[in-house]
Structure formats: structure tokens, C-alpha cells
């Protein structure tokens, strides 16, 4: 697997990944609503962790700088 997020997308990831956590445990959402965005949450931390979008893949989006592009 190529690397295709950035380093910007893998934080703001992580973080709304925590802000849902925090939410889900005090109990602000909660039911099957809460479930499926705490398991949301729990991809975009692996995928933060991986560096990869298997979404980003077919749509051809990269966040992350190509190797050997200098940044400007």
C-alpha cells in the first residue's frame, strides 16, 4: 500500500476521532448512532496509523507530497 494522507489529514483525523470518543463515553451520543460513530472513529485511527485511505485510493486522492517534489 502507497501512502496517500498527509500529515494535515492524519491529525484532524485523530482528532475528531477523540472528540467522538469523549462524547460516546459522557454519554452525549449513545445508541446505534453512537456505535457507528465510534466505530467510524476507530478507522480513522487506524487509518491515521497507516497512512491509508482504501477511499482516497479509487477516487485518486492524495494529501500527502509526492516523493522527490521539493515543498514550496
Do not use: W
Not at 1 to 15: F, H, L
Not at 24 to 49: K, N, P, R
Amino acid at each position: 500500500m502507497k501512502k496517500n494522507m498527509g500529515t494535515a489529514d492524519r491529525i484532524i483525523r485523530v482528532i475528531i476521532a477523540a472528540i467522538v470518543a469523549v462524547l460516546y463515553f459522557t454519554g452525549t451520543i449513545s445508541g446505534t448512532l453512537g456505535i457507528v460513530l465510534l466505530v467510524l472513529a476507530g478507522v480513522f485511527v487506524l487509518t491515521s496509523l497507516i497512512s491509508f485511505c482504501p477511499l482516497y485510493a479509487p477516487l485518486g486522492i492524495r494529501t500527502c507530497p509526492l516523493k522527490g517534489q521539493e515543498q514550496h
